[in-house]
């Protein structure tokens, strides 16, 4: 039996305090599914959705890009009603709440059903960081690339791409910011670590791109390092932007894109898949599965309840490469 009403996160307006609102369920409509939700992590995405800016919304809105839960009715068609009872991994529709709710409605395209082998809370992170990994080891070989560079490595994504590298045997050069972290992604296996600290970083980067060829450069920061990257590149390189940590502009040296053919792009999950095929995505959805329990799973650092988002938030800002930060959303009578 689904309420009338269900607790949900809410932002009233950009950068502002989150607070639990009594909000109505929402009711799916055609091709539409509504999930009980289970988890939710908490990404860089949600901190930058947030915090305003290129990831706005419309206010007051529940924030959540991903999360996991069990469909429990559906609007007309045949596939969201083949839905109903299934667990899946989830992401809302564009420009509607998201999944830091009891309860959420998206389209039934934006559902992935889970493999009785992964829990709510693996399930839950299935969606961002693992299809992200998986679509830059496909930017990788069909750019025919030699080598990857990385730079935000001791994430939970950063941890999947070494593992996903190792497994696909190619080289991935990873950067870190403290010395810790360097002794902990080489004690899993990483083959090149570099501290950007360290006073000599500039020119072990340039020099060990150089020597592996790495032309594929990921980039989470942005700001004044998408220039140190851009300069450290080899002739013909790509640096992807994917996040916005620094949470400054890009600075980039205009000569090195005209006289060192390199270029800057940008990476959306969303509007990466939009441009692949059927076939394409249903490949690509179910290789992600498989890896779930392996190169693609998520270390949890700690589990928070609905009540406790804003501790929880700030937690995960402190203690990023700790692990994922889970939001329990079970309702209280579960």
């Known amino acids: 039996m689904v309420p009338r009403t269900m607790r949900a996160v809410r932002q009233m307006e950009a950068g502002g305090k989150l607070v639990i609102e009594t909000v109505p369920v929402p009711q799916p409509g055609p091709g539409e599914v509504l999930i009980r939700m289970a988890a939710s992590p908490i990404n860089p995405s949600d901190l930058a959705s947030l915090k305003g800016g290129y990831l706005s919304h ?12 069990t469909v429990v009715s559906a609007g007309k068609g045949l596939l969201p009603r083949l839905r109903i009872g299934k667990r899946v991994a989830c992401s809302p ?29 693996q399930g839950s992170m299935m969606l961002v960081n693992p299809m992200t990994a998986m679509a830059f080891m ?18 939970a994504l950063g941890k999947m791409l070494i593992r996903l590298a190792i497994l696909q045997d190619i080289p991935l050069i990873n950067i870190v910011r403290k ?7 080489k004690a899993m296996g990483a083959t090149y670590v570099l501290n950007s600290s360290d006073s000599s970083f500039e020119s ?9 060829g790495a032309t594929l450069f990921l980039d989470a920061v942005t700001g004044e390092q998408t220039a140190l990257l851009l300069k450290a590149a080899p002739r013909g390189s790509t640096i992807v932007a994917y996040a916005r940590l620094s949470g400054d502009p890009i600075a980039a040296d205009p000569g090195e894109l005209m006289v060192e053919n390199k270029r800057i792009t940008g990476f959306q999950l969303g509007s990466w898949l939009q441009t692949k095929s059927t076939p394409f995505k249903l490949s690509f959805i179910n290789q992600v599965k498989s890896r779930l329990g392996n190169e693609l799973t998520s ?15 700030q937690s995960y800002k402190t203690h990023m490469s700790d692990g994922k930060i889970v939001l329990n959303l079970r309702s209280e009578s579960e």
């Open 179 to 185: 010395a810790s972290q360097v002794e902990a992604l």
């Open 204 to 212: 072990e980067l340039q020099q060990l791109s150089t020597r592996l």
């Open 138 to 155: 496909q930017m990788a070989k069909g750019g025919k690339h030699k080598a990857m560079v990385n730079n935000a490595a001791a994430s």
């Open 299 to 313: 270390t949890i650092h700690q589990i928070s309840s609905m009540e406790k988002v804003e501790e929880a938030i």
């Open 58 to 69: 419309h206010h007051p809105f529940t924030p959540g890009l991903e999360g996991s839960g």
């Open 93 to 121: 529709n564009p420009e509607e709440d998201g999944t830091w709710a009891e309860y959420m409605k998206t389209s039934v395209l934006k559902t992935v059903p889970l493999p009785s082998s992964v829990s709510m809370e």
